[in-house]
T-cell receptor, first 111, second 113 residues
Framework: GQSLEQPSEVTAVEGAIVQINCTYQTSGFYGLSWYQQHDGGAPTFLSYNGLDGLEETGRFSSFLSRSDSYGYLLLQELQMKDSASYFCAVRAGYNTDKLIFGTGTRLQVFP | EADIYQTPRYLVIGTGKKITLECSQTMGHDKMYWYQQDPGMELHLIHYSYGVNSTEKGDLSSESTVSRIRTEHFPLTLESARPSHTSQYLC????????????FGSGTQLSVL
C-alpha cells in the first residue's frame, strides 16, 4: 500500500526558514505534490515535483529525491499568514488518479 | 471565472435524514473527487470519478453514494445520516495529471445530531 509520513507540527518565527519533510512508501511513483490548508479552509495547491531536484515558486520551494523516497517543502521569509497545515500527496498507483495525502504538518509562525 | 462550488457551506441535521451535498465545477474537468476530513486530520478519499457515468469508491469506507450524470456535477448523498458522519466534506477536480493540480471547493461542514 501507500503511506506518507510528515512531522505533526513545526514552529518558527517570522522571517525564518522552515523545512517540512515528507517520506513516502508507494507501489509506484508518479510525483509528489504539496498543498496548504488554513484553518477552516480548503487545501490549495502549492507545488509539484515529477523529477528529482528543486522547484522554486517565490518564497516556497519543493525538493524531491526519488532514490530516497523523500521530499520536502521549504518556506523562506516566513510570514504570519504562512501559519497553516501543509500536506504532501502522491498518486496511489499506475492505473489510477486517486491522490493519497500525508498526515499533514501544522506550521505555527510566531512574531 | 473557472471555479469549483460546494453547497451548503454548513449543514446541521438530525439522525436518519437523507442529505445531498452538491459540487459543481466550471473548468470542464473529467476527474472529480470527494474527500472527508476531520479537524486537524488528513484527507481521506471516499469517492472519485473519471468522467460521466464513472464512479469508484475510495480508500475510506463510506455509507455515502455519488453520481456523475453531467461532467460539471458530482453530488454526494447520505441516505440516512448518523452522528458518525459529522465531518468536513471536500469536493475536488483535476485536469489530466491529478498530481499537477487538484482544485478544491470550500467544503461542507456537516453536523449530525
Amino acid at each position: 500500500g501507500q503511506s506518507l509520513e510528515q512531522p505533526s507540527e513545526v514552529t518558527a518565527v517570522e522571517g525564518a526558514i522552515v523545512q517540512i519533510n515528507c517520506t513516502y512508501q508507494t507501489s509506484g511513483f508518479y510525483g509528489l505534490s504539496w498543498y496548504q490548508q488554513h484553518d477552516g479552509g480548503a487545501p490549495t495547491f502549492l507545488s509539484y515535483n515529477g523529477l528529482d531536484g528543486l522547484e522554486e515558486t517565490g518564497r516556497f520551494s519543493s525538493f524531491l529525491s526519488r532514490s530516497d523516497s523523500y521530499g520536502y517543502l521549504l518556506l523562506q521569509e516566513l510570514q504570519m499568514k504562512d501559519s497553516a497545515s501543509y500536506f504532501c500527496a502522491v498518486r496511489a498507483g499506475y492505473n489510477t488518479d486517486k491522490l493519497i495525502f500525508g498526515t499533514g504538518t501544522r506550521l505555527q509562525v510566531f512574531p | 471565472e473557472a471555479d469549483i462550488y460546494q453547497t451548503p457551506r454548513y449543514l446541521v441535521i438530525g439522525t436518519g435524514k437523507k442529505i445531498t451535498l452538491e459540487c459543481s465545477q466550471t473548468m470542464g474537468h473529467d476527474k472529480m473527487y470527494w474527500y472527508q476530513q476531520d479537524p486537524g486530520m488528513e484527507l481521506h478519499l471516499i469517492h472519485y470519478s473519471y468522467g460521466v457515468n464513472s464512479t469508484e469508491k475510495g480508500d475510506l469506507s463510506s455509507e455515502s453514494t455519488v453520481s456523475r450524470i453531467r461532467t460539471e456535477h458530482f453530488p454526494l448523498t447520505l441516505e440516512s445520516a448518523r452522528p458518525s458522519h459529522t465531518s468536513q466534506y471536500l469536493c475536488a477536480s483535476s485536469g489530466q495529471n491529478v498530481l499537477e493540480k487538484l482544485f478544491f471547493g470550500s467544503g461542507t461542514q456537516l453536523s449530525v445530531l
